[in-house]
């Protein structure tokens, strides 16, 4: 599906009083051709580029003539194709910057990977993708083997249902309203589910998806407002379905996965104290549910906070995409 000039997505990445103006057409499609390559190792030519991103071959060949100028690609004479180059990794280092918290989100994934024969993962929204920064598998993890950089499908994973559940009302149904007309096969799968996946987020705090990016793998997501990135990211796990069916998932990986939310949310809005010191607690985490909300041990709604300090579970702006 050919990728277009599109307007500003309203996702939650962008705060409430920025404006929601068409986005420059040359810059949208630059970044398309450069989605194209997965892995700092990826060649391509223009051809394979024209059909990853669906542009014609002569607007290719302008904007990669223009971004191997700029450092961000490099032009392989031999093979007459591309690879990312270095401005464009030099650009990703320093947007990456942040090492000692990346460190202890990936402690915190592995103390829960180590408990769950399964692939646990820290994702970020990429328009109708999501994208693994962090991951984390114990030696005895079976089934799901994703890693750092793979993309998975916002449609048709665990981790797409939270974040596109997590979306306020009027935010999730523009997003939808794109994706069908962007990747209409995608959007079929998504939008008969996005209203079950919003009462369970609301009811449970997190979404489950059995069978549906594979029938072999059951997935559990729960979603985290990011202060960086200005919109949500997803902390996701994949098991054998054989393993653990839907109700082996709300018995005993929700709450491990529940608590992992709430440690990885402190972090991420700066709080000192426990966050950084507790492990990751081998009990299950009593839930109360107070008007179809849960509510944690702490009194805090860490979906709904989006705050530094602990206060009461409040409803928040749907203008940066949060509810």
């Not at 929601?20 to 700092?40: K, M, Y």
């Not at 306020?168 to 996946?197: H, Q, S």
């Not at 029938?215 to 202060?227: E, M, R, T």
């Amino acid at each position: 599906m050919g990728r277009r000039s599109e307007r500003l997505s309203r996702q939650g990445a962008l705060a409430g009083d920025a404006g929601e103006g068409d986005v420059i057409q040359v810059v949208s499609r630059a970044f398309d051709v450069l989605r194209c390559f997965e892995g700092h190792e990826a060649r391509l030519g223009n051809l394979e580029i024209s059909n990853r991103c669906g542009l014609p071959r002569s607007t290719v060949s302008r904007l990669t003539h223009t971004l191997t100028r700029m450092g961000q690609l490099v032009y392989l004479p031999r093979d007459q194709k591309y690879r990312i180059g270095p401005s464009a990794v030099a650009m990703s280092a320093s947007m990456m910057k942040g090492a000692q918290l990346r460190s202890m989100i990936r402690q915190r994934l592995q103390e829960v990977a180590e408990q769950l024969p399964g692939t646990v993962g820290f994702v970020v929204p990429d328009r109708f993708h999501l994208v693994y920064l962090l991951f984390a598998r114990s030696a005895s993890a079976l089934g799901l083997h994703e890693g750092t950089g793979s993309r998975i499908s916002m449609a048709s994973t665990a981790a797409g249902a939270a974040y596109t559940a997590a979306l306020a009302p009027e935010v999730g149904d523009a997003f939808v309203a794109d994706m069908e007309r962007e990747a209409p096969e995608a959007a079929k799968i998504l939008k008969p589910r996005i209203e079950a996946n919003r009462q369970s987020l609301r009811e449970r705090g997190y979404v489950v998806a059995c069978g549906l990016w594979s029938p072999h793998i059951n997935g559990l997501a729960v979603p985290i407002w990011s202060p960086q990135y200005q919109t949500f990211v997803v902390i996701t796990i994949g098991l054998l379905s054989a393993m653990y069916d839907e109700q082996r998932l709300h018995d005993e990986v929700a709450p491990l996965m529940l608590e992992l939310g709430r440690s990885l949310g402190s972090l991420m809005e700066g709080a000192e104290g426990n966050a950084f010191n507790n492990r990751i607690s081998r009990k299950p985490v009593a839930m109360a549910v107070h008007n179809n909300k849960p509510i944690n041990s702490e009194g805090v709604n860490e979906l709904e906070a989006g705050t530094r300090r602990a206060r009461p579970a409040r409803s928040l702006r749907a203008g940066d995409g949060r509810r």
